[in-house]
């Protein structure tokens, strides 16, 4: 198995998804089976969408 290069990053990861999906209105929980793809891929976007922007706030 591959070593994990920033050990905290996966709890804060989660942290962060389910902050979004609160945000959003999307019931995330321990088991997500209920959910539909369009639902799991906004939360996901959104992240990424936040994720750059902090990177390139970082940039200036």
Same mark, same amino acid.
């Given at each position: 198995?591959?070593?994990?290069? @920033? $050990?905290?990053?996966?709890?804060?990861? *989660?942290?962060?998804?389910?902050?979004?999906? =609160?945000?959003? !209105? @999307? $019931?995330?929980?321990?088991?997500?089976? *209920?959910?539909?793809?369009?639902?799991?891929? =906004?939360?996901? !976007?959104?992240?990424?969408?936040?994720?750059?922007?902090?990177?390139?706030?970082?940039?200036?």
């Amino acid at each position: 198995m591959a070593q994990k290069l @920033v $050990p905290d990053a996966k709890q804060g990861l *989660n942290k962060f998804k389910n902050e979004i999906a =609160s945000e959003m !209105g @999307v $019931p995330f929980s321990e088991y997500n089976g *209920n959910l539909t793809s369009s639902q799991c891929g =906004s939360v996901g !976007g959104e992240m990424v969408k936040r994720m750059v922007s902090q990177y390139e706030k970082g940039l200036k």
